[in-house]
């Protein structure tokens, strides 16, 4: 099958029930994205399948095929952070990072649908789970990339 | 300086420093005086080749990157960015410039904080045997929030050193004296202005005879010490680039994946359906363990799948007919009985309470606890003809290095162990049963890198779990109720200590009366009481139990400032007031706590169906106070905000520390809320995150952070923000409700969170 991710073909033999997390893990080496449950619950495994927040572990490859996959290696331009990343880096939320590259593909798929979540939104719509507890900081980065847009508006 | 350390040329084990290594007469014994005694001492600077090694810390390139020899794990803590701020504050460069690697498993690295962390304080021999034990072995773990304790003279000392060494080769260039030089940012400079980076010096440098007492900075000369620094790995965290264990891929590698045996204890005996599953697509082979069946295939997907269809036969065992229920009636039972080992004895306890019988008296209780770090237990291992290589991400690799070397029968010599980063540790990473897994999986594959997987359901039964514990806590006031004459606590508990080291290093194994763990946090407390005993009895079953996050503390620190409470409402005090009164002889605390007090607006009130509990605990070396404000509607809980003061000491990088009590306090509340491993018939209840839940974003209260400005030696900060915070919350239930939550997890009393 073909798949499209960040932006580029590449083309595998699997089948086609396989999860999409092991595809890019094992099968394209793209390692950014995260094995933690595999039953969709803790969300290290999030990318985006046309811009949705997706976990990838229980999500079938073939199911993804004429669809744009975004994963965090696809986040970043060249060596510029993306916005969401920036603020991760600016206001030093990862600590061992592991859940972080789910947790920025969901906080960046939900700020492209809503720039300007409340607490509410923000609170029920990121469910991954952090086990070093940046949940603080998660929301401190991104009350800052919510008002510095609001700013350059 | 070896000669022949060119690019290219440094081969394993072959690299020797002349002279002293680190500086002789190190305060307190950190690292290194054991190896100074060395004349000469071979380190293989492995993974160091393009850079001088100024000594087996510091290497420099031409260019002038600068790289550190870290030989911790980084597992979030942020202790490689810590390291590098205090090598880096005196060498006089950006820490955030510095690249970190964690090099082999080699002496100058041990960790002696922590190797000694229970003989620091005896007159005997005992310190100075561990400390010369600890470099042979070497000693090389990261635990005990000991990282910045052992390196912060350490890591100074040996930037400086290269710092001197860089000024002796440029004035030998200059052919002026090094004292006129001054090293600023990557340069030493002439007092004309003349400026030669430590690139262009390093190879010079490297020559020169390091000082054994190089003169460090003083605190007002600090740069980056003390100050918020960004760490230096969290680029690389946010954009997938960080490597941790499950990311290492290997040319021409294949994946396992395990399904163990089901009940604790129990051995397998067969595979039923070997063959039937060897034929499975991908499959490559299936391996019979002790513990367990490997199915090694060409992906993950395949080889879990695969391993999740093998039908084990287990050799009959006990267990398999206990049940939780059965443990806690073992448990509750040895409660009454004297205790197996008396931790603390002042003065004369059983009279006094004999004397008088208007004691309060409580029975505490907390389970098995899970570590469930996001990052499952992974290991990938290439054995060859004579040699070894390990990509592993782990707390103590010393014993990866006996535990592999056993296994393949590959002298230590000729392995090597690359630690990459840790998806979490909290202690878990500290075992090796995945690596001796890997191993005997990756010999039977010979040639070929193997990586081996747990699921989350692996992990999650297979833990080294955090023990359960009952104490029975009796005190008893004075009159005035004023002070407390009498003061008993006595622990059921398994031993995680005994329990760890009979797995991983069984001659070590102590016995009960050396089970340091199972006590601390219940004795040295703060409080003046004028009569005390303290002790623990334990009990044995399969169920592997091993370190969680701050250890004993996490469940002492909720029994004592629990029950502390408790005296006070018996005492009709306010809890804040009551702990002040017995804190005379304890400053440092009454600060902490006071300060605790004044940041929550301890005596403003709360508004209806709200209120605050607070409690205070010592760990491994710093203090904590912790203030929690919650509401409470019905039976759900809304945690609302927790103000946090921390005492550790000399800081390295506060904003580090602010991360590390939010940390603490977040892994300590899902385990007051939440957490709780059951098993039934031998068998571990809970698989997932369902049955094991976790706190998220809509749980969490606002946490604020305070540090205590200290010149005091430096404390740790990984494990500290978590004793404090379960007793805190039960004390503010308490003030809400009425209700004395004595059993966690409170999700068993019908709380639910918000």
Known sequence: MELTINGKQYKVEVEPQMPLLWVLRDELNLTG?????????????????????????????????????????GL?????????????????VPQCGYCQSGMIMAIDSLLQTTPSPSAEELETSI??????????????????????????E | MSKSSKRG??????????????????????????????????????????????????FITSNNKVKLAVARAEMGQGVHHSMAMLAG?????????????HPQVEGPYANINLATEYKRNSSSDGFHLMQKIAYVLPYIATGGSTSVRDGYDHYRIIGAQVREMLKAAAAKKWNTDKDNLLAENGFIIHPDGEKLTYGELAQAASEIEPIDKPVLKSKDEFKWLGKDSKRIDLRSKVNGQAQFGIDVRVPGMKFGAIKHVPIKGARLERIVNASEISNMPGVSKVIQLDNGGVVVADNTWRAKNAANQLKLELEDTEFEKTSSNDLHTEMTGKLEDDMQVVAEKKGKVDTVFKANNKHVEATYEVPYLAHATMEPMNCTMLVEEGKVKVWVGQ?????????????????????????????????RRAEMDWIQETAQVAKEMKGIPVQLVWTREEDMQNDTYRPPAIAKMRALLDEDNNEVTAWEHHNVMQSALRSSIRRNFPI?????????NSSEGAINLPYDFKSSKIGFSLIENPIPVGFWRSVGHSINGFFTESFIDELAHSANADPYEFRRTLLVKSPRHLHVLNKAAELSNWRTPVHEHSAKGIALHESFGSI????????????????????????CGKTVNPNNIEAQMQSGIVYGLTAACLGEITFTNGKIDQANFPTYDILRLKHMPEIVTHIVESDETPGGVGEPGTPPIAAALCNALYAATGQRIRKLPLRLSGFSFS
């Open chain 1, 33 to 73: 994205t995260k094995f933690g449950c595999g039953i969709a619950f803790c969300g290290a495994c999030t990318v985006q399948i046309d811009g949705v927040a997706t976990r990838s572990c229980v999500f079938p490859a073939s199911a993804a095929v004429g669809k744009e996959i975004k994963t965090i290696e």
């Open chain 1, 76 to 92: 970043s331009h060249n060596e510029t952070l993306s916005k969401v990343q920036q603020a991760w880096v600016d206001h030093q």
């Open chain 1, 127 to 152: 469910t991954n789970i952090c086990r070093c507890g940046t949940y603080q900081r998660v929301k401190e980065a991104v009350v800052s990339i919510v008002e510095s847009d609001n700013i350059k």
């Open chain 2, 9 to 58: 040329k440094i081969t394993r084990r072959a690299f020797i420093i002349s002279g002293s290594i680190v500086g002789g007469g190190l305060a307190l014994g950190l690292g290194g005086i054991a190896y100074s005694n060395h004349k000469k001492r071979l380190f293989s600077g492995l993974g160091f080749e393009d850079a001088q090694a100024l000594n087996p810390f510091i």
């Open chain 2, 89 to 101: 504050e005196e060498l006089d460069i950006n820490p955030e410039l510095i690249e970190v690697i």
């Open chain 2, 395 to 427: 707390q103590a690799p010393f014993l990866v290095l006996n535990a592999v070397s056993k296994i393949t029968g590959v002298s230590k010599k000729n392995i090597e162990i690359y630690i990459t980063y840790l998806g979490g540790g909290f202690g």
């Open chain 2, 508 to 516: 070590m194994t102590p016995p009960p009366s050396k089970d340091v």
């Open chain 2, 624 to 647: 904590v106070a912790q203030v929690i404000e919650i509401g409470v509607d019905g039976n759900m809980v809304l945690l609302d905000k927790v103000t946090c003061v921390i005492d």
